[in-house]
């Protein structure tokens, strides 16, 4: 690495993940199908070149001599740079590639709803991430160093704590409202088309706008930010629900964490979310807290009953929140209630856990998941497609990712709380379309400072503590009283 500052080393990081990001939203949106061996190469070659710039010994002098006006820059780059430095650039590049073949051959493996087709890829990714967890011998567990890539500093055991105690609120919670008569269904026609529209007008509520963002279909939703100019939401909207709706709302929600990072963080490869963890309280918080909230449907209920006249032209408020909010144990995580979807990511977490450790073979994974799912939810899976292979997650081998999303609902429950604080008036001001309010105290709060903070030390500085289970167990109790007229 030529002599340079630190400023410069790292923008040219930036530049190397900006081709990466861009990648990998084509894989997913426009590219077809058979380009899927040759993209895998060209990806394969991009980690392995953002591997050798990370690891340059020139680098680490230059965060080694960082000024005081990038000490946080550099701080968080060193622990960037020491984990990498452990990794291999083959197998860096060889993570990447098996990445990129196992995402297409899962979208085709779900469309069959053949796991023997998709179990070999699986295999591979498993088989490389213990790879890459070796390269961390002192971990306490060895899915311990696979996580930390998704949510920094966090063990399997802190994990299993938290989750015991989510566990233990939750199951009685659940258990007490699917024993009354669950509210009615919105079963109707919701076109696609009118659909995307409602979902628009939301977004431009939020601060989407044509010039930063794109909105895009794909068979799993997710968020690429490409640059915090270069925003892109991906959905998919089902005619038979308003599934999409939510989906939408939840990946906006990841967007504005990545396009209010303070400028001055951009292409300093801080510039971006502090973890996974918080990432999905930011999608989790907009998609449900908001999203399902009614002093959100107060504002937006008469707009979707204008497009949708024939599905929702009669229901009251009460009615439709009842039907948006019921608890109803279902099969697809990205589409279940808040009760009930922190049990779909435990399930998760378990099996990938034992994946790792060895003590469960990936051809044994659909046998166990329908189990599990029987335990959990009390549900039959019908296929695969409804089962094991319903997320990309693994396919695109990132194991250690589940845990962030019923981790995101706590951080959620968390900065909801103290949002109501800081603004008396936000359910008036929701209630009244004005979305802005809490995206600004988001931005001041959480979203502008980058990855400079650990997530323990941002939870620190806005709300006070690390992260509970308690903030989010009281939220979904106080709303579903309200649904389902209990005393909870």
């Known amino acids: 690495m030529p002599s340079r500052d630190l400023r410069s080393a790292l923008a040219e990081l930036a530049d190397i993940d900006h081709a990466a990001k861009l990648m990998a939203w084509d894989q997913q949106t426009k590219m077809p199908a058979g380009g899927a061996q040759e993209r895998g190469e060209a990806m394969a070659t991009i980690e392995r070149i953002a591997h050798e710039l990370l690891t340059d010994e020139a680098l680490g002098e230059l965060l080694e001599t960082a000024g005081e006006e990038d000490a946080a820059i550099a701080r968080v780059m060193r622990r960037d740079r020491d984990r990498a430095v452990r990794v291999p650039s083959e197998l860096a590049a060889d993570l990447a590639r098996a990445a990129a073949e196992g995402a297409t051959a899962w979208q085709r493996a779900r469309a069959e709803s053949d796991f023997a087709a998709f179990a070999p890829y699986l295999e591979r990714n498993v088989e490389l991430c213990r790879r890459y967890a070796a390269c961390f011998p002192e971990s306490e567990?060895?899915?311990?160093?696979?996580?930390?890539?998704?949510?920094?500093?966090?063990?399997?055991?802190?994990?299993?704590?938290?989750?015991?105690?989510?566990?233990?609120?939750?199951?009685?919670?659940?258990?007490?409202?699917?024993?009354?008569?669950?509210?009615?269904?919105?079963?109707?026609?919701?076109?696609?088309?009118?659909?995307?529209?409602?979902?628009?007008?939301?977004?431009?509520?939020?601060?989407?706008?044509?010039?930063?963002?794109?909105?895009?279909?794909?068979?799993?939703?997710?968020?690429?930010?490409?640059?915090?100019?270069?925003?892109?939401?991906?959905?998919?909207?089902?005619?038979?629900?308003?599934?999409?709706i939510f989906g939408t709302l939840h990946e906006m929600g990841h967007g504005l964490y990545e396009r209010q990072v303070d400028p001055a963080l951009a292409r300093t490869m801080v510039g971006t979310g502090v973890s996974s963890g918080v990432h999905e309280s930011q999608s989790r918080l907009w998609e449900n807290l908001v999203g399902r909230g009614e002093p959100f449907w107060r504002h937006w209920l008469p707009r979707a009953q204008a497009r949708f006249p024939e599905a929702l032209g009669a229901i009251s408020l009460d009615e439709f929140l009842r039907a948006v909010n019921a608890v109803r144990p279902s099969l697809i995580r990205v589409e279940a209630d808040e009760a009930t979807y922190s049990l779909h990511i435990i399930l998760r977490f378990e099996l990938e856990v034992a994946l790792v450790e060895g003590t469960l073979a990936v051809r044994d994974l659909p046998e166990a998941w329908n189990a599990r799912t029987r335990e959990l939810l009390g549900i039959e899976v019908p296929d695969d497609a409804h089962g094991v292979l319903q997320d990309v997650h693994w396919a695109s081998g990132t194991i250690g990712y589940f845990p962030t999303y019923a981790l995101g609902n706590l951080i959620g429950g968390q900065l909801w709380e103290r949002a109501h604080t800081d603004i008396p008036d936000l359910d008036e001001r929701i209630g009244a379309g004005e979305l802005a309010p809490l995206r600004e105290w988001l931005g001041q709060h959480v979203h502008r400072h980058g990855a400079k903070f650990t997530s323990a030390e941002l939870l620190q500085r806005t709300v006070g503590g690390p992260i509970a289970v308690g903030p989010f167990l009281s939220y979904l109790k106080g709303k579903l009283s309200q649904v389902y007229g209990l005393e909870l």
């Open 141 to 244: 567990h060895p899915y311990d160093a696979l996580l930390d890539r998704h949510e920094p500093e966090m063990t399997t055991a802190e994990v299993r704590s938290v989750f015991g105690r989510l566990r233990e609120g939750l199951v009685p919670l659940i258990e007490t409202l699917t024993a009354r008569s669950a509210p009615p269904q919105l079963t109707a026609s919701f076109p696609a088309a009118e659909q995307r529209a409602l979902a628009l007008e939301m977004l431009r509520a939020l601060g989407f706008d044509d010039e930063h963002w794109r909105l895009d279909k794909t068979v799993h939703p997710f968020l690429a930010a490409i640059a915090p100019t270069d925003v892109r939401v991906t959905t998919r909207f089902a005619e038979d629900s308003l599934a999409g």
